[in-house]
Each structure stands twice: as structure tokens, then as C-alpha cells.
């Protein structure tokens, strides 16, 4: 029996970029796309330095790339500030008093922060910084809500070549406590509340529980941003508007080495602790900023939106040092996306002009959920780009997406990357790469993606096997924090030479990439392996489906038995006979054994906190097991009480 992954499922619609979008491309057709990529690969240290070029250097580098596999040190001899590529660069021309940040909360409040501007604010909380103790190296914990000073802190952390790891506002303070002690934190940047959905986070509040029994951080600065009264611990708590009367403006940002930390990342494995992802300046930041000047076609005068959180890896390159580094002006929103209606981001969309917008699929589920009429109400003309991150998206979100925001007129670039990739890594060029809705299309220049089987051989067209990248790339994390060993295991011992990207993808005859979900998560029914994507795409085709997962249940004839977790769309009953209908449809889509042996109807499915559906409780449900490992990481517990509820 064959262990590659089987496709019953082909794509053919394909959408080409239009002549007009090509025509102000700066990659203008799919055959430049294949020369550059070629040549990229063919000498990859001369293309990446080529690129680096575009980066402001305090000192050239020596060596490009310096390779003791895993280990990779880019641009070596070289120094740099990533902060100073961000801001100080762009003060001498138009872009001083062109809008950096613009940002609104979930309560209606509004920002503008030009260049200038934030490239003072950055001074003050730099300094800050320095006056609380922190030393270049040592690393600062970043727990603030969506807001305009969460960048500022990462980007005052850079400037003093103080390592940020910032932590999602959702987590609670037993993942601040895990990542604190993990990383060593010294510092810890919070406020005493954020806004979600109307209510208040009580983040001050989760730090201080988080830092019972905690002995290395000597510093809690709290930014005031819903003013509530909050516990101050004397000594160690400091606010940081009144912090910001005793320091001044002016900060130069100080060379560091190329390979000089910039930020630690936690992500959740499947399993065990989180990794702490480490991306180091000069590689990192060139990652996001040469995937932000082609993927996002970026001009002087967009308006982009990424509306991830900061505390994502999306948020951090997509955010701050791709699109600052690049001069661009970035729009930022605070809150959920259906407060006060389900029609806020077109709202925001339409007050904006927003050209270019950048979000998950998932959030693309909700909208198509919520109806087609919360788009209809605003104007969207503005939008040229649009762009998709984080799961593979079903074609039919695709499909949605296209019309309803699109307008038939915008491409959609869906790309592929991780927390660990830095930057994107399969992705279309808008002007040049014709998308087909569920895939992430062709790799970036320099990156050398494949296919293999168990025995690391390159599969044929249409064969399903193992995501690799062959060859290092400046992005890439340099290590897990603190660990050695586990980076090797996780990333460099599964297929010999290559780094493993967990995912199982095919790529068609026209050398596209289609990711089928994790490897981990792949279903082996009576010998057959079926991606995830495949029947959750086929799943989510049938009109009354709003979202859903498959497992694997233990089976005694097929090996494993398919459970479909599924959400219907707002309003449809759930019903045995629309359980057997969607049955019937998978098995018309896909074929016979796709077919769920039970569907199970759900509210809600389990999240983590950016959207990714958790197949490994599923599994635990499915198959009747209690639930247990890191559930930590979960967006709404209270799902997974139901779910279990379901069960019983
Ligand atoms: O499985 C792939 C999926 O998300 C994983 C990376 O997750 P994370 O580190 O949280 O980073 C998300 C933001 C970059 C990948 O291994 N994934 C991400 N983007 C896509 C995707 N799967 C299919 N298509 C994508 N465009």
C-alpha cells in the first residue's frame, strides 16, 4: 500500500490577472515569473542579495549565507536596525507626513499616526524601555490589545535590540506564565484593558495572576487604554504615560548584527509546549519586506489592511516590518469583526478606501455564514487586492470572495507560509500567476518547495506526499528558543537534508501547490489517505453548510471511519435527512469512500485563538476519548463542552 495522499478532486476553474492589473505589475506575465523564479534558485545568493539591497544597512554584510545544516546565519558581517528600516528612513522625503498607522477601535475611536509621529512615540517608548532596565538581548513580553502601541513597543524593542515576544490578547495567564518562563522575560508591556465584542479584557489583571511566583520580570508598564481602575504593584508596575514625562524623543536605533535576535514567537504544536519560534533581523526582515513589495503589489498610495492580530506571525510581518518597512499605510482595527453588526469591515472598507485587504478564511466562512447582504450595504470599490492566509480556503469561500468583495475584479492571492517560514512562501503574483481558488499556487522566488514521499523521493503530478523546502531561505526561524534538539527533531529529521513543513500538499500538472491539511490529520480509510481539505472543501460545497471538519474515528473494517463535524448556516434546521443529504453529496462530490460515516451537527467548532480548527480534540471526541493535552490555545472552551455534551 502506497502512504501518499490520494486526490479525487480537481480544480479547473482558473482566473488570469487582468492586462490592466499585469500592466502596473512588477512582475507582468507568468513567464517572467518562471525566469526570475529559475534564475532565484539557480544562484540563490546572489538573488538574495540582489534583494537585500532594498534593506537600509549600517554596515554591508560580508558573507550572504553561512550553512551548517540546520543551522543558517544570513548576511554575515552585516549590520542593521529593524526599527530604523521602519522608520527613520522614510523621514527625509513625502513619506514624513504620509499616515503610518491608521487605526480605529472597536468602539469607533479613531487614529492617525504619520511617519513622523510614530517615529517619535517609538523614541519615547524606546527610552522608556532603557529606563525600566532593558538591555539589548534581554526579552520583553508584549501583552497589549490591538492597538496602535503594540507596534510601537515591538518596534522600540528593535530599536534597542531588545528581543519582543508578544503574546495574543486572547491568551490567558497561564499562557503568559508558560512564555514568560520559557523565554526568561525581564519586562513585561500590558494595559489595564482591551475591548472585544463590547466587553473589556481584563489584560493587567491576567498579567498579574500570570506573574504569581514568577522572579525574572522586574517591570510591568501598564498603557492606559479603558481607564479603569487597576491594581498597581509598587515597585514593580509603572504607567507608561507618566513614564513618558521623565524621557525624551530622541533615540537613535543602534546597529546590530545581521543575525542579532528579533523576536521570539510562541506557536502551539499539535502537541506538548509551545515552540518558541526565534527570527533573527536582516534575513527576517527582508523576507517581509520583498514578499510585501511583489505579493501585495504595493503603491505609494494603498491603503492596506491585514486584519490579523499583531500577535500573530501574520501581524508581525504583515502588520509592522513588511508593509513600515516599505513605507506603506497600514490600516489597523481593534476589535471583532461582527460589533456592533455583522458589516463592520465593510464599513471600515468603504470609511477608508482600503485597496488591499488581507484575512483568514475562516473570518471569510463567518462573513458567507452571515449573509450576503452585510457586504451589499457599502461601497467596496475602493479594493484592487485581496488576500487569504492561514488554511487552505475551500473554492467555494474562494468563489464568495471573489464575487461579494471582489467584484469579479480583484485577484486573490492566497498564500501559504508559517509562524516558522517568516514570509510568505506559496503564493501568487498578482500580476503574473493565474490563481485557481484553493491554491496557494507557485513558490516565492528563492524558495525551493517539492513534494516527497516517506523515502524523501519527489512525487509525480496530482500525487499527494509531504510539504518540504529544499534549500535554507533568509526567513527562516533560526531555532526554537532554548532548544536545539526539538528544532532538529520537528523541523530537520523528518525527510533527510530538507526542512518539513508538517503539511501533505499535491501539486498539479501545472506544477501548483494544494495543501490538504496537515500530515498529522490525514485520514486512512480502508487504505486509502485523504486529506482533510478535500472532504471538508466538498463538505462546505453543499448550500446549507457553513463550515466543517473531518477525522478519523478507529474502525475495525476500514481502518478509520470519517466523522464530519459541521456547522450550518444560519437559520437551517439540522435534520437526519439533511445529515444523509450532505452525506450523499461528498460521496457525488468526492466519491464513495469520502463519504461520512457520521455527521455530527454543531454550533460551533473548537478554534484556536487565530481561527485554525482543532482536529486533534475532534479526534479525542470522535473516537470517544476524554480530551486531554494543551487546550489552552483554544479560542472558546465552551465548544468543547458542548461538543462533549453531544457526545453523551
Ligand atoms: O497548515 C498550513 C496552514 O497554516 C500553517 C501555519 O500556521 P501558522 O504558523 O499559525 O501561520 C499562519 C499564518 C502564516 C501551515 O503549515 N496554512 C497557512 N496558510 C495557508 C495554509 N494552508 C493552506 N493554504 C494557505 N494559504
Known amino acids: 500500500m502506497s502512504s501518499n495522499i490520494e486526490t479525487h478532486q480537481i480544480e479547473t476553474r482558473v482566473f488570469k490577472p487582468s492586462k490592466d492589473f499585469s500592466k502596473t505589475s512588477l512582475v507582468g506575465s507568468l513567464a517572467e515569473y518562471k525566469k526570475l523564479h529559475a534564475a532565484s534558485l539557480k544562484a540563490p545568493a546572489k538573488f538574495w542579495a540582489g534583494q537585500a539591497a532594498d534593506l537600509f544597512w549600517r554596515k554591508k554584510w560580508k558573507t550572504v549565507l553561512d550553512w551548517k545544516p540546520p543551522f543558517a546565519k544570513w548576511f554575515v558581517g552585516g549590520q542593521l536596525n529593524a526599527s530604523e528600516n521602519c522608520l527613520d528612513r522614510h523621514l527625509d522625503g513625502p513619506r514624513r ?33 532603557k529606563r525600566n532596565g532593558a538591555k539589548k538581548g534581554d526579552r520583553v513580553i508584549i501583552y497589549l490589545p490591538h492597538i ?27 499562557s503568559i506564565r508558560d512564555r514568560i518562563e520559557d523565554c526568561g522575560a525581564t519586562l513585561v508591556v500590558t494595559a489595564d484593558a482591551g475591548y472585544r465584542r463590547g466587553q473589556t479584557v481584563t ?76 527570527h533573527t533581523t536582516a534575513g527576517y526582515l527582508l523576507g517581509a519586506v520583498i514578499t510585501t513589495k511583489y505579493v501585495f503589489d504595493l503603491k505609494e498610495n494603498d491603503t492596506y489592511w491585514c486584519t490579523a492580530d499583531i500577535g500573530w506571525i501574520t501581524g508581525h510581518s504583515y502588520i509592522v516590518y513588511g508593509p513600515l518597512a516599505s513605507g506603506a499605510t497600514v490600516l489597523m482595527y481593534e476589535g471583532a469583526p461582527n460589533w456592533p453588526q455583522p458589516d463592520r469591515f465593510w464599513k471600515i472598507v468603504a470609511e477608508y478606501g482600503v485597496t488591499i485587504l488581507y484575512t483568514a478564511p475562516t473570518a471569510i466562512r463567518a462573513f458567507m455564514k452571515w449573509g450576503d447582504e452585510w457586504p451589499k450595504k457599502h461601497d467596496l470599490s475602493s479594493l484592487r487586492l485581496l488576500g487569504t492566509v492561514g488554511e487552505p480556503i475551500n473554492p ?36 503574473a500567476i493565474p490563481a485557481k481558488p484553493g491554491t496557494a499556487t507557485l513558490p516565492f522566488f528563492g524558495i525551493d518547495a517539492a513534494i516527497v514521499d516517506d523515502k524523501g523521493q519527489e512525487v509525480g503530478p496530482n500525487e499527494g506526499g509531504k510539504l518540504v523546502i529544499r534549500k535554507p531561505w533568509p ?51 480502508a487504505g486509502h489517505r485523504l486529506g482533510t481539505a478535500e472532504v471538508e472543501s466538498a463538505l462546505v460545497g453543499h448550500d446549507d453548510v457553513a463550515e466543517a471538519a473531518v477525522v478519523g474515528r478507529p474502525d475495525e473494517m476500514k481502518g478509520q471511519a470519517v466523522v464530519a463535524f459541521v456547522t450550518l448556516r444560519n437559520g437551517i434546521p439540522a435534520t437526519k435527512e439533511l445529515a444523509e443529504k450532505i452525506r450523499k453529496h461528498v460521496g457525488n462530490v468526492i466519491g ?4 461520512p460515516d457520521e455527521i455530527r451537527f454543531t454550533e460551533a467548532l473548537p478554534k484556536t485563538r487565530s481561527g485554525k480548527i482543532m482536529r486533534r480534540l475532534l479526534k479525542q471526541i470522535a473516537s470517544g476519548q476524554a480530551v486531554t493535552g494543551d487546550t489552552t490555545t483554544l479560542e472558546d472552551l465552551s465548544v468543547l463542552a458542548k461538543l462533549k455534551q453531544g457526545d453523551e
Not at 479603558?226 to 543602534?254: F, K, M, N, T
Not at 514567537?265 to 518558541?276: I, V
Not at 492571492?413 to 498578482?430: F, K, N, R
Open 396 to 431: 467555494e469561500a474562494w468563489i464568495w470572495y471573489h464575487k461579494n468583495i471582489g467584484a469579479e475584479r480583484c485577484p486573490i492571492v492566497d498564500t501559504w507560509w508559517q509562524t516558522e517560514t517568516g514570509a510568505m512562501m506559496i503564493t501568487p503574483l498578482p500580476g
Open 592 to 595: 464513495p469512500i469520502a463519504k
Open 97 to 129: 507626513n504620509k499616515a503610518a498607522i491608521i487605526w480605529e477601535g472597536e468602539p469607533g475611536e479613531k487614529r492617525v499616526l504619520t511617519y513622523q509621529q510614530l517615529h517619535r512615540e517609538v523614541c519615547v517608548f524606546a527610552n522608556i524601555l
Open 148 to 174: 496602535p502601541e503594540a507596534a510601537i513597543a515591538m518596534l522600540a524593542c528593535a530599536r534597542i535590540g531588545a528581543v519582543h515576544s508578544v503574546i495574543f490578547g486572547g491568551f490567558s495567564s497561564t
Open 203 to 278: 489584560l493587567k489583571q491576567n498579567v498579574d495572576q500570570a506573574l504569581e511566583g514568577v522572579t525574572t520580570v522586574k517591570r510591568v508598564i501598564v498603557f492606559r487604554r479603558a481607564g479603569l481602575d487597576i491594581h498597581i504593584q509598587e515597585g514593580r508596575d509603572v504607567w507608561w504615560h507618566r513614564e513618558a514625562e521623565y524621557v525624551s524623543a530622541d533615540c537613535p536605533a543602534v546597529a546590530l548584527d545581521s543575525e542579532h535576535p528579533l523576536f521570539i514567537l510562541y506557536t502551539s504544536g499539535s502537541t506538548g509546549k509551545p515552540k518558541g519560534i526565534l
Open 475 to 525: 526567513s527562516m526561524l533560526r531555532t526554537i528558543y532554548g532548544d536545539k534538539a526539538r528544532y532538529k527533531q520537528a523541523y530537520w529529521s523528518e525527510v533527510k537534508g530538507c526542512y518539513f513543513t508538517g503539511d501533505g500538499a499535491r501539486r498539479d500538472k501545472d506544477g501548483y501547490f494544494w495543501i490538504v491539511g496537515r500530515i498529522d490529520d490525514v485520514l486512512n480509510v
